[in-house]
C-alpha cells in the first residue's frame, strides 16, 4: 500500500483489499493528512475519477491517488468553452445542481466558481442534467439568454446524444430500436406504462459492443431525451444498468452506476458550427470483459 509518484505531487496508492474509501485513506495516509478535508476538497481520485464520499466501496486493484490541495480537480473536466457554453465532462458521483440536501458538491457550483475566476460577474446556467451517478459530457450556458436559446431550440440544435452503458446480461439482439410510453409517479419514479400514447414517447437506440456471460456493453443513441429513458428502458426488457438496484439491477460491478454520457454533437447556436464533444469511458467499465 505504498504511495507511487508519478507525477509532481501526486501520491497513488493500490487497493489491497475491499474496504471503504475513509478506512482507507485512514490507513493508508500519514497522520498529518486529514482525510475528511482532502475529500471535501476534491482531491481524492479513485481510478483516475474524482470521488468525495466517505463510504466508497472501493474493490482490490483499485488506484487511489491524493492530488495536491491547490489542484482544481474540477477543471480537469473542463472539455470546451467560449463565451456563450461550457462543456464538462462530469464525474460521477457529482450532482448537476443543489438539492435540499446537498447544496454545495455540484458541477454548478463548480462552474461557477470556475467563470468567477476569470470574471466576478460571470454566472453559470444549467440546460441539462445528468443524474448523479452518471458521468461524461454535460453542457451548460454562460448567459441567460443562451439558456433560454438552447433549451427552447434543443431538439433541433442537438444532433446525437451518446451514452454507454453497462447492463446486466446479455441481450438477445446485438442492436435494436426500444421504444415505450413514460409516466412519473409522485414520488418521482419513472416508469413505462405499457400502453401506446399514455404518457410522453421515449425512442432509445443501442448496440452491443462487448458482452460477457453475465454482462454486456453497449452503445446508446438517445432519439428522445426523457427523464431516466435509457434505465426504465433497459430494465423493461430485463437488462437493468449494472448497479441500478432502482430499476432492477442485482450487482453492481464496478462500485457505481454503469452509465456514461461519452458524446453530444450540437450545433452552436450562435455560429452555426456543429460541434462534438465526447468524454473518454472511465476504464472501470472494462472490468467486467477482463
Given at each position: 500500500?505504498?504511495?507511487?509518484?508519478?507525477?509532481?505531487?501526486?501520491?497513488?496508492?493500490?487497493?489491497?483489499?475491499?474496504?471503504?474509501?475513509?478506512?482507507?485513506?485512514?490507513?493508508?495516509?500519514?497522520?498529518?493528512?486529514?482525510?475528511?478535508?482532502?475529500?471535501?476538497?476534491?482531491?481524492?481520485?479513485v481510478d483516475g475519477a474524482v470521488t468525495t464520499q466517505y463510504n466508497h466501496a472501493l474493490t482490490r486493484g483499485q488506484t487511489?491517488?491524493?492530488?495536491?490541495?491547490?489542484?482544481?480537480?474540477?477543471?480537469?473536466?473542463?472539455?470546451?468553452?467560449?463565451?456563450?457554453?461550457?462543456?464538462?465532462?462530469?464525474?460521477?458521483?457529482?450532482?448537476?445542481?443543489a438539492t435540499e440536501r446537498e447544496r454545495e458538491n455540484t458541477a454548478y457550483r463548480m462552474l461557477t466558481e470556475h467563470v468567477r475566476s476569470g470574471d466576478a460577474r460571470g454566472r453559470i446556467f444549467v440546460v441539462h442534467r445528468l443524474d448523479r451517478d452518471t458521468s461524461g459530457v454535460l453542457l451548460a450556458a454562460k448567459t441567460e439568454g443562451m439558456k433560454r436559446l438552447l433549451q427552447d431550440n434543443w431538439a433541433e440544435l442537438v444532433k446525437t446524444r451518446g451514452y454507454t452503458a453497462l447492463v446486466e446480461g446479455r441481450l438477445a439482439e446485438r442492436s435494436g430500436t426500444l421504444r415505450s410510453w413514460l409516466r412519473e409517479t409522485s414520488t418521482h419514479v419513472v416508469y413505462e406504462s405499457g400502453v401506446e400514447g399514455d404518457g410522453v414517447e421515449a425512442v432509445?437506440?443501442?448496440?452491443?459492443?462487448?458482452?460477457?456471460?453475465?454482462?454486456?456493453?453497449?452503445?446508446?443513441?438517445?432519439?428522445?431525451?426523457?427523464?431516466n429513458q435509457i434505465r426504465v428502458q433497459l430494465g423493461g426488457i430485463g437488462h437493468p444498468?449494472?448497479?441500478?438496484?432502482?430499476?432492477?439491477?442485482?450487482?453492481?460491478?464496478?462500485?457505481?452506476?454503469?452509465?456514461?454520457?461519452?458524446?453530444?454533437?450540437?450545433?452552436?447556436?450562435?455560429?452555426?458550427?456543429?460541434?462534438?464533444?465526447?468524454?473518454?469511458?472511465?476504464?472501470?467499465?472494462?472490468?467486467?470483459?477482463?
Amino acid at each position: 500500500m505504498s504511495a507511487i509518484k508519478k507525477e509532481p505531487g501526486i501520491r497513488e496508492y493500490t487497493v489491497a483489499e475491499d474496504c471503504e474509501l475513509l478506512a482507507f485513506l485512514s490507513a493508508a495516509l500519514p497522520a498529518r493528512d486529514n482525510a475528511k478535508a482532502l475529500l471535501k476538497y476534491r482531491a481524492v481520485y479513485v481510478d483516475g475519477a474524482v470521488t468525495t464520499q466517505y463510504n466508497h466501496a472501493l474493490t482490490r486493484g483499485q488506484t487511489v491517488a491524493i492530488a495536491p490541495r491547490n489542484r482544481r480537480a474540477e477543471l480537469d473536466g473542463i472539455l470546451y468553452e467560449d463565451a456563450e457554453i461550457i462543456v464538462f465532462n462530469k464525474p460521477a458521483g457529482l450532482l448537476s445542481i443543489a438539492t435540499e440536501r446537498e447544496r454545495e458538491n455540484t458541477a454548478y457550483r463548480m462552474l461557477t466558481e470556475h467563470v468567477r475566476s476569470g470574471d466576478a460577474r460571470g454566472r453559470i446556467f444549467v440546460v441539462h442534467r445528468l443524474d448523479r451517478d452518471t458521468s461524461g459530457v454535460l453542457l451548460a450556458a454562460k448567459t441567460e439568454g443562451m439558456k433560454r436559446l438552447l433549451q427552447d431550440n434543443w431538439a433541433e440544435l442537438v444532433k446525437t446524444r451518446g451514452y454507454t452503458a453497462l447492463v446486466e446480461g446479455r441481450l438477445a439482439e446485438r442492436s435494436g430500436t426500444l421504444r415505450s410510453w413514460l409516466r412519473e409517479t409522485s414520488t418521482h419514479v419513472v416508469y413505462e406504462s405499457g400502453v401506446e400514447g399514455d404518457g410522453v414517447e421515449a425512442v432509445t437506440e443501442y448496440r452491443v459492443l462487448r458482452e460477457s456471460a453475465a454482462y454486456s456493453l453497449l452503445d446508446i443513441r438517445l432519439k428522445t431525451g426523457r427523464k431516466n429513458q435509457i434505465r426504465v428502458q433497459l430494465g423493461g426488457i430485463g437488462h437493468p444498468v449494472a448497479g441500478d438496484k432502482k430499476y432492477g439491477a442485482a450487482t453492481s460491478p464496478i462500485k457505481r452506476l454503469g452509465l456514461h454520457a461519452h458524446l453530444l454533437e450540437i450545433e452552436h447556436p450562435v455560429t452555426g458550427e456543429l460541434m462534438s464533444f465526447a468524454a473518454t469511458l472511465p476504464g472501470v467499465f472494462l472490468r467486467p470483459f477482463a
